[in-house]
């Protein structure tokens, strides 16, 4: 499945795509950014949250300019609570990263706070 989001999360994380042992917690960790998302605006009105690999990225935010960020943003989430970095500036440098796409993409949801968090 080439753009199914349990898949490219394992893959950027560094673990192999056919490795089933950490599915789990990884699933968790990616319904946890979702929701974080979801408090922020973004993706569908009722919420998301995967169970498989079934799952592919368009089901989240079909033909969306944000999605780009919003992979970029669970990628970050997941490796923080999965594998987070040992040096405390990689961790502040991760977290961040975390912050802007946060603010870039509360601002792509509601343009009207851009002018009040510049």
Same mark, same amino acid.
């Given at each position: 499945m080439e753009d199914s #989001?349990?898949?490219s999360i394992k893959k950027?994380?560094?673990?192999?795509?056919?490795?089933k042992s950490?599915?789990?917690?990884? #699933? #968790?960790h990616i319904n946890s950014a979702f929701d974080v998302l979801h408090q922020l605006g973004v993706g569908p009105d009722e919420g998301f949250y995967i169970n498989d690999e079934s799952? #592919?990225?368009? &089901?989240? +935010?079909p033909e969306s300019q944000n999605l780009r960020l919003v992979k970029s943003y669970v990628y970050m989430k997941v490796?923080?609570?999965? &594998? @987070? @970095?040992? *040096?405390?500036?990689t961790m502040e440098a991760l977290n961040s990263s975390i912050?802007? +796409?946060?603010?870039? +993409? *509360?601002?792509?949801? &509601?343009? $009207?706070?851009?002018? $009040?968090?510049?």
């Open positions: #989001i349990l898949v950027l994380t560094g673990l192999d795509s056919e490795d950490f599915d789990t917690d990884l #699933i #968790i799952a #592919i990225w368009e &089901d989240y +935010l490796r923080k609570w999965f &594998d @987070p @970095p040992q *040096n405390g500036t912050a802007e +796409l946060e603010w870039r +993409l *509360n601002v792509t949801v &509601d343009p $009207s706070s851009e002018a $009040s968090d510049v």
